[in-house]
Nanobody, 122 residues
């Protein structure tokens, strides 16, 4: 099974950018579909984006489409999410999620990272 560790979160002003990383260890990274979810205080965990095993099939939640880009480099066992034009509403803990099977909108994968905080100020 894969272990996931996220990094790259931080504090940024509205309109700024951040790139999150998700490093997988313990298994062949290319076996897993990846998704990013986020959870704001007092809210349910929300799907953000998903990418397939070979970097195909990207899928985005509507509010981040055209601002966020999900990608992966299986040679580095790392997934990424580039976030641009950040808004205060993007403030949340962001989680990397993986599964050999389907993962994404409405479907949780079995493996989770610990999360990384993203805070967007006005």
């Amino acid at each position: 099974q894969v272990q996931l560790v996220e990094s790259g979160g931080g504090l940024v002003q509205a309109g700024g950018s951040l790139t999150l990383s998700c490093v997988g260890t313990g298994d062949s990274f290319g076996k897993y579909q990846l998704a990013w979810w986020r959870q704001a205080p007092g809210k349910e965990r929300e799907f953000v984006a998903r990418i397939g095993w070979d970097a195909g099939r990207p899928l985005y939640e509507d509010s981040v489409k055209d601002r966020f880009t999900i990608s992966r480099d299986n040679t580095r066992s790392t997934g990424y999410m580039q976030m641009t034009n950040l808004e205060p509403g993007d403030t949340a803990v962001y989680y990397c999620n993986a599964d050999e099977g389907e993962v994404g909108r409405g479907v949780y994968g079995r493996y989770w990272g610990q999360g990384t905080q993203v805070t967007v100020s006005l």
